[in-house]
């Protein structure tokens, strides 16, 4: 297999992965805090990437890697998971988890957007009208239908699960100049945001005791979303050549991921939400037009 193709794989099997979480994240926040959520999910993350440090005889080099990169680490993980996790578990705990999961979509977009600063490309036109698109279908989202209305559901929610994209995209795009090997740098960084999930909760007189159905909502959402699905999606930006042809693969996600909140989570899906989410895709894609015009003159 080619680089590509592996990138592809990995991409596949992150996308695929992700598509239950927005029904465990709003499962489980029936039974914790965001900020308790944060915490355990970040304990079983790290625990899950030890155990693949393990599998593949490096837990070693961990130490002479903490020496080494300990600022990066310290930062990336304030990041993610911390920040980002408190923050979209903040819009699930006050949204429901369709309108939360469709609004989280527009990550992709917004890597394209902080691709421009960060990565010094050059900002096209096809982006910005692509961000009109996809942002009138979170207003759609937002306010049940009633856009002009501008009557928000839940305005406070929305806010969170907008900032989130930012931090989601930022930390990627941050990641395709880091030097560490993806999973003893995502190891790292957990390493050093369990201790301020731990620090928060405390601040907050949230240590106490869980329901034994958050503590196995936690486990999965921290072995799997936050800790092997990682290690997918870092390997497959690692080898892609083109962030925007694995970012694509986010069209899969949708339809399985409102299907499981139907039928899991017990919400009766909105007309809003799969109009919206139609909007949100739909630019998305026209995205990707120039792409494919690019492509077919090379070829």
Same mark, same amino acid.
């Given at each position: 297999?080619?680089?590509?193709?592996?990138?592809?794989?990995?991409?596949?099997?992150?996308?695929?992965?992700?598509?239950?979480?927005?029904?465990?994240?709003?499962?489980?926040?029936?039974?914790?805090?965001?900020?308790?959520?944060?915490?355990?999910?970040?304990?079983?993350?790290?625990?899950?990437?030890?155990?693949?440090?393990?599998?593949?005889?490096?837990?070693?080099?961990?130490?002479?890697?903490?020496?080494?990169?300990?600022?990066?680490?310290?930062?990336?993980?304030?990041?993610?998971?911390?920040?980002?996790?408190?923050?979209?578990?903040?819009?699930?705990?006050?949204?429901?988890?369709?309108?939360?999961?469709? &609004?989280?979509?527009?990550?992709?977009?917004?890597?394209?957007?902080?691709?421009?600063?960060?990565?010094?490309?050059?900002?096209?036109?096809?982006?910005?009208?692509?961000?009109?698109?996809?942002?009138?279908?979170?207003?759609?989202?937002?306010?049940?239908?009633?856009?002009?209305?501008? +009557?928000?559901?839940?305005?406070?929610?929305?806010?969170?699960?907008?900032?989130?994209?930012?931090?989601?995209?930022?930390?990627?795009?941050?990641?395709?100049?880091?030097?560490?090997?993806?999973?003893?740098?995502?190891?790292?960084?957990? /390493?050093?945001?369990?201790?301020?999930?731990?620090?928060?909760?405390?601040?907050?007189?949230?240590?106490?005791? &869980?329901?034994?159905?958050?503590?196995?909502?936690?486990?999965? &959402?921290?072995? /799997?979303?936050?800790?092997?699905?990682?290690?997918?999606?870092?390997?497959?930006?690692?080898?892609?050549?083109?962030?925007?042809?694995?970012?694509?693969?986010?069209?899969?996600?949708?339809?399985?991921?409102?299907?499981?909140?139907?039928? /899991?989570?017990? +919400?009766?899906?909105?007309?809003?939400?799969?109009?919206?989410?139609?909007?949100?895709?739909?630019?998305?894609?026209?995205?990707?037009?120039?792409?494919?015009?690019?492509?077919?003159?090379?070829?």
């Amino acid at each position: 297999m080619t680089s590509q193709q592996k990138a592809y794989c990995y991409g596949l099997g992150a996308v695929l992965a992700w598509s239950t979480v927005a029904t465990a994240f709003k499962i489980s926040l029936r039974h914790l805090s965001p900020s308790q959520l944060v915490l355990y999910a970040s304990a079983f993350s790290l625990l899950a990437l030890l155990s693949i440090l393990a599998g593949q005889g490096r837990l070693a080099s961990l130490g002479p890697a903490l020496r080494q990169y300990w600022r990066r680490s310290l930062l990336l993980g304030a990041v993610n998971p911390f920040c980002y996790y408190l923050i979209l578990f903040q819009a699930y705990h006050l949204l429901p988890a369709q309108e939360a999961q469709a &609004i989280n979509y527009t990550w992709a977009l917004t890597m394209s957007l902080l691709a421009v600063p960060v990565l010094k490309q050059t900002p096209r036109r096809q982006d910005m009208l692509a961000a009109l698109v996809c942002y009138a279908g979170v207003l759609v989202i937002a306010t049940h239908g009633q856009p002009f209305a501008l +009557e928000f559901s839940n305005l406070g929610g929305v806010g969170y699960a907008l900032v989130s994209t930012v931090l989601w995209a930022g930390y990627w795009l941050l990641n395709t100049r880091d030097q560490r090997e993806p999973v003893l740098g995502l190891t790292l960084n957990f /390493l050093f945001a369990l201790p301020l999930a731990l620090l928060w909760c405390a601040v907050r007189g949230e240590l106490t005791p &869980i329901a034994w159905q958050g503590l196995a909502g936690a486990a999965y &959402i921290g072995a /799997l979303e936050m800790g092997f699905t990682f290690v997918l999606w870092l390997s497959a930006m690692k080898l892609t050549d083109s962030t925007a042809r694995i970012a694509n693969l986010i069209f899969l996600a949708p339809i399985l991921s409102l299907a499981l909140i139907y039928l /899991l989570a017990g +919400e009766q899906v909105l007309q809003s939400t799969l109009v919206g989410l139609a909007l949100i895709m739909a630019g998305l894609l026209l995205q990707k037009i120039p792409l494919k015009a690019k492509s077919r003159a090379l070829s």
